[in-house]
């Protein structure tokens, strides 16, 4: 099924709604997937399109904000698996934003129900990355910001 809304535009029900679409990341038009919540006979909610648009709107400052959150991520993982002290080819040392981006690749935005965080633009970020190509790596933002840094589940 294809609906065109007002806020997401065409959109497709395939086991979710979902569509293809290229964001500037970090000077790149890079392809990602766009996911939002809601059923096959729902109606988006008027707090979906709210957290959407406002993640648009602002996209450009504000994944410049995603890196520092992921970098010290990497770096408390990478040290919880004892890597800062014994080398592992998958989890090198990375010390500055620049090589953050050498391995992450940004693939999705999930926009949630709007219930989950009352009253709140609830947006999920999901990143392949080169140190666990199986879970990825996902961030939450709460009202456009940071709240949590994961694998990519932390994005659904």
């Given at each position: 099924?294809?609906?065109?809304?007002?806020?997401?535009?065409?959109?497709?029900y395939t086991?979710?709604?979902?569509?293809?679409i290229?964001?500037?990341?970090?000077?790149?038009?890079t392809?990602?997937v766009?996911?939002?919540?809601g059923e096959?006979?729902?109606?988006f909610?008027?707090?979906q399109?709210?957290?959407?648009?406002?993640?648009m709107?602002?996209?450009?400052a504000?994944?410049?904000s995603?890196?520092?959150?992921?970098l010290?991520?990497y770096?408390?993982?990478?040290?919880?698996l004892?890597?800062d002290?014994?080398?592992?080819?998958n989890?090198p040392?990375?010390?500055?934003k620049d090589?953050?981006?050498?391995?992450?690749t940004?693939v999705?935005?999930?926009?949630?129900?709007?219930?989950?965080?009352e009253?709140c633009r609830d947006?999920?970020?999901?990143f392949?990355?080169?140190?666990d190509?199986?879970?990825?790596l996902?961030?939450?933002l709460?009202?456009?910001?940071?709240?949590?840094?994961?694998?990519?589940d932390?994005?659904i």
């Open positions: 099924m294809i609906i065109n809304d007002t806020v997401f535009g065409e959109i497709e086991y979710g709604w979902c569509k293809d290229t964001v500037k990341f970090f000077e790149k038009d392809e990602i766009l996911i939002i919540a096959i006979d729902e109606k909610s008027e707090g399109h709210e957290s959407y648009s406002s993640l709107q602002n996209w450009e504000l994944h410049q995603f890196l520092q959150p992921i010290d991520y770096n408390q993982k990478r040290h919880e004892g890597y002290v014994a080398f592992n080819e989890y040392l990375i010390e500055t090589q953050l981006l050498e391995h992450i940004l999705g935005i999930m926009v949630s129900y709007e219930n989950i965080y009253g947006i999920g970020i999901s392949d990355c080169t140190w190509e199986e879970n990825g996902g961030i939450r709460i009202n456009e910001k940071v709240i949590a840094v994961g694998y990519q932390v994005a």
